[in-house]
């Protein structure tokens, strides 16, 4: 039985990013050795993170409340959206500290080879927020892929009624390179140097 509780603990860590079979053993293999120290403090972590996170409703970030602690912070420029492919995208750029306004998470990409359309994206909210008086500015950080790319026009074509400034970030981005991949000075620059499309 503790076997087969091993053998799901590892199959469970080589669906992970960047982990393989031989890697998630490992790292089993680690937390085993300082059970004590690692693994039941890990477990617990886990336990509670599961039951406290909630999606933000109105901006589709990952947090422990609803809104979320960067909708919720009165020192952020809300006349400015970032709009992002996913959570990932959003914490690589507050890592960059180089932007103070407000963000909006799509949840993906369109992909037509997956079937991901507009309705799966939440582009309704994006279009909706847009149209409030506040906001003068829509800045498109989806990833140089062609889906991300896809995504950015399809966007910036739903936003066309709304009267808001929409830029793009900068293609200092490597195409085909993923925002959360990116270290953070590119960011920043590349946030810094966004353009209207």
């Not at 690589?92 to 180089?98: G, H, I, N, P």
């Not at 994006?126 to 800045?139: D, N, Q």
């Not at 892929?145 to 950015?152: E, K, P, W, Y």
Request: glycine residues 8%; negative net charge; contains cysteine.
């Amino acid at each position: 039985m503790a076997a087969g509780a091993i053998d799901r603990l590892i199959q469970l860590f080589a669906r992970l990013p960047g982990l393989g079979p031989r890697s998630a053993r490992r790292a089993v293999l680690y937390l085993i050795k300082r059970r004590e120290s690692l693994m039941l403090p890990l477990a617990q972590a886990l336990s509670d993170a599961a039951a406290a996170m909630k999606n933000c409703d109105t901006c589709g970030n990952v947090d422990v409340s609803n809104p979320c602690s960067v909708c919720a912070d009165a020192r952020r420029d809300t006349s400015l959206i970032c709009v992002v492919e996913d959570v990932a995208d959003l914490w690589a750029l507050e890592r960059t500290a180089s932007f103070n306004g407000q963000y909006h998470v799509l949840g993906g990409t369109l992909s037509a080879l997956d079937g991901i359309g507009p309705e799966d994206l939440l582009i309704a909210g994006l279009v909706t927020r847009a149209g409030e008086e506040k906001v003068t500015e829509i800045i498109l950080a989806t990833s140089a892929t062609v889906d991300g790319q896809t995504t950015a026009h399809y966007v910036a074509e739903r936003l066309a009624n709304c009267d808001v400034k929409i830029s793009r970030l900068a293609h200092g981005v490597p195409v085909g390179g993923e925002l959360d991949y990116l270290d953070d000075g590119t960011l920043s620059a590349a946030l810094k140097a966004r353009r209207v499309i």
